[in-house]
């Protein structure tokens, strides 16, 4: 098993900045695909971006060019730095892992982010 924890979240300007962290203990490898997925209020969970082990990272077209996603397995933790913030990036964002193959079977409990204006 495999235990997530995010941090970073909070209230945030339009325009601004945060970033996430999201740290592993347990099982923990550098071998799993980690993701980091949303929630806004009335939605469904969605895919916001991903990195594999070998650093190929995947971001969502919502937020390609604002998003970075990276990881440092020496401390267990995959980062999610999110620029030029808008209203429509406020929810619940959460880690996630693939401890077998592709699928996301790992998930952490979620940091909320809100963006005002």
């Known amino acids: 098993q495999v235990q997530l924890v995010e941090s970073g979240g909070g209230l945030v300007q339009v325009g601004g900045s945060l970033m996430l962290s999201c740290t592993g203990s347990?099982?923990?490898?550098?071998?799993?695909?980690m993701g980091w997925f949303r929630q806004a209020p009335g939605k469904e969970r969605e895919f916001v971006a991903a990195?594999?082990?070998?650093?190929?990272?995947t971001v969502a077209e919502s937020v390609k060019g604002r998003f970075t996603i990276s990881r440092d397995d020496a401390e267990n933790t995959v980062y999610l730095q999110m620029n030029s913030l808008n209203a429509e990036d406020t929810g619940v964002y959460y880690c996630?892992?693939?401890?077998?193959?592709?699928?996301?079977?790992?998930w952490g409990q979620g940091t909320q982010v809100t963006v005002s204006s």
């Open positions: 990195v594999g082990w070998s650093g190929t990272t």
């Open positions: 347990g099982r923990t490898s550098s071998r799993y695909r």
């Open positions: 996630a892992a693939a401890l077998n193959g592709m699928r996301f079977d790992s």
